[in-house]
Every structure is written in C-alpha cells, then in structure tokens.
C-alpha cells in the first residue's frame, strides 16, 4: 500500500507555528500534484493547501489564506505545509494527498497517515 510519510504535528500555543512534511517513498513527488487536508472531530474533512505538478502554483482556502504557506522541495522529494498565527481552531489532524499530473486540491490518489496539530489558547 503507496503511504505518505508525514511529521512536523504536535502542540503549539495561539499565535505560534509548526511545519509538516510528507514524502512518498519510491515517488518522485515532483510529478504529483499535492494537497493538505484536515479533519478536526466533529468536522468535515477539508482541503487547505495545494500545490500544482507543473509550475508549483498554489491554491489556499480563505481559512488560511496568509498564514498557511505550501512549498516542495525536489531534491529532498518533500512536500511542505508552513503554518504560522496558528489559532485553536487549526487543530486537527493533517493529511497530505497526491495525484500524479493533476491538482490534489480536492482529492488524492495516495494519503498520509495524518500528524496531529494542537493549538492551545
């Protein structure tokens, strides 16, 4: 079974920041389009950040338009989502998702585990 690998989770306080990375083993990420999502209880799963697979535009939710920033890395083959001023209602857990030659804004082929992201007020 193709599995992200994901990091970078864990408790901030209000106003603070954290970075996730996704890699897919044995996958050059650079031919796949890449999206984070979230699911906090209670709540519908939602796309935050995605990044094209051709000239790595970005697309964000109003949400976190400013504060969330998705980039790539090819040499590393790592997909990164730098969130900053995070606020309680942030916390979730993260995924990230691919589509090979395609947006992932909305869905993905392959997903991560998830990381757990925790902002305390």
């Known amino acids: 079974q193709v599995q992200f690998v994901e990091s970078g989770g864990g408790l901030v306080q209000a106003g603070g920041s954290l970075r996730l990375s996704c890699t897919l083993p044995g996958f050059a990420l650079r031919y796949y389009g890449i999206g984070w999502f979230r699911q906090a209880p209670g709540k519908v799963h939602e796309g935050v950040a995605c990044i094209s697979p051709s000239d790595n535009s970005t697309l964000y939710v109003e949400l976190v338009q400013g504060r969330f920033t998705i980039s790539r890395d090819n040499a590393k083959n790592t997909v990164y989502l730098q969130m900053n001023s995070l606020k309680p209602e942030d916390t979730a857990v993260y995924y990230c998702?691919?589509?090979?030659?395609?947006?992932?804004?909305?869905?993905?082929?392959?997903w991560g585990q998830g990381t757990q992201v925790t902002v305390s007020s």
């Open positions: 998702a691919a589509r090979r030659g395609a947006w992932a804004c909305d869905w993905g082929d392959f």
